[in-house]
């Protein structure tokens, strides 16, 4: 069974930072596209922000130019820097890796992120 592992969510303060990281088994994360989405209650889960080897990283217009994902291909892991968060990115987020071949999804257990005062 395929496990993505997720850390580093958390309270933060409106305008703090947070980092969460995601690893991923070797023989799924060389060969998919990486991603973080989120859900806050009553909403939908939405993407926030993508990266495939070689291409250029997808991000959420809500997000662009205070979010970024990266990976490190030596440890399977991919990060998402949160900077100047806001109320509304209060949400669960959840790390997801799409094979590139089938489009299968695989998605980890989540964690919560709130942004508060």
Known sequence: QVRLVESGGGLVQPGGSLRLS???????????????YRQAPGKQRELVATITAGSSPNYADSVKGRFTIATDNAKNTVYL???????????VYYCNAKLLMSRTDYWGQGTQVTVSS
């Open 81 to 91: 820097q949160m900077n100047s968060l806001k109320s509304e990115d209060t949400a």
């Open 22 to 36: 995601c690893l991923a088994p070797g023989s799924i994360f060389t060969v998919s596209a990486m991603g973080w």
